[in-house]
């Protein structure tokens, strides 16, 4: 039986700090609806620190129930954010990362944020309850898509450069 080695003080620190930071990111950019930078952050923890983007999120995922409350949206929440990482994971795997390609799979998310969304509606209301929240939202969900893709696509390389560095000197 393989053992997984145990966390250190320091992979600890750095994550609770990245959670932290992509909360500070979510509520810094909250008065600009459905632009945001947690998309491409999940993205780079998942390229650049692997399995440890799962705690990231989650704690994320808490805190953000912690301060917003705990309703339906963040519900959709604990399988919507997983999405995006487990995406990353299928589609990147093993090649190095290219901007075009990263904005290209974030705009995509930001487009269907929506759509993943309003499944949680369907087990609760129904489907014709759902598709009505989903369609009602797509003006919201374009912006996230482009928002998401342009955020991506100029931010993208410098952000892995630093954090592939920064993770090399902790190592």
């Known amino acids: 039986m393989k053992t997984v080695p145990p966390m250190t003080t320091g992979e600890l620190v750095r994550d609770a700090l990245l959670a932290a930071l992509l909360f500070i990111s979510q509520v810094s950019l909250s008065w600009i609806s459905n632009v945001e930078l947690v998309s ?3 993205i780079l923890y998942t390229l650049v ?3 440890h983007v799962w705690l990231i ?3 994320f995922i808490v805190l953000e129930g912690l301060v ?3 309703g339906l949206w963040w519900f959709s929440y604990l399988y919507v954010w997983p999405i995006l990482v487990a995406a990353v994971f299928l589609f ?3 090649r190095p990362p290219k901007s075009f390609t990263i904005a290209i799979l974030s705009g995509i998310f930001g487009l269907l944020f929506g759509l993943f969304c309003s499944l949680s509606y369907v087990i609760l209301a129904g489907p014709h309850a759902a598709f009505v929240w989903w369609t009602a939202g797509i003006p ?3 912006v996230h898509g482009i928002g ?3 955020l991506s696509l100029i931010l993208f390389s410098p952000l892995y450069r630093l954090l592939t560095a920064l993770n090399r000197i902790q190592s």
């Open 49 to 51: 620190f692997k399995k």
């Open 92 to 94: 990147i795997k093993g």
């Open 148 to 150: 998401n893709f342009l």
């Open 68 to 70: 917003y409350g705990f």
């Open 40 to 42: 491409l952050l999940l």
């Open 140 to 142: 919201f969900d374009l």
């Open 57 to 59: 999120l989650y704690v």
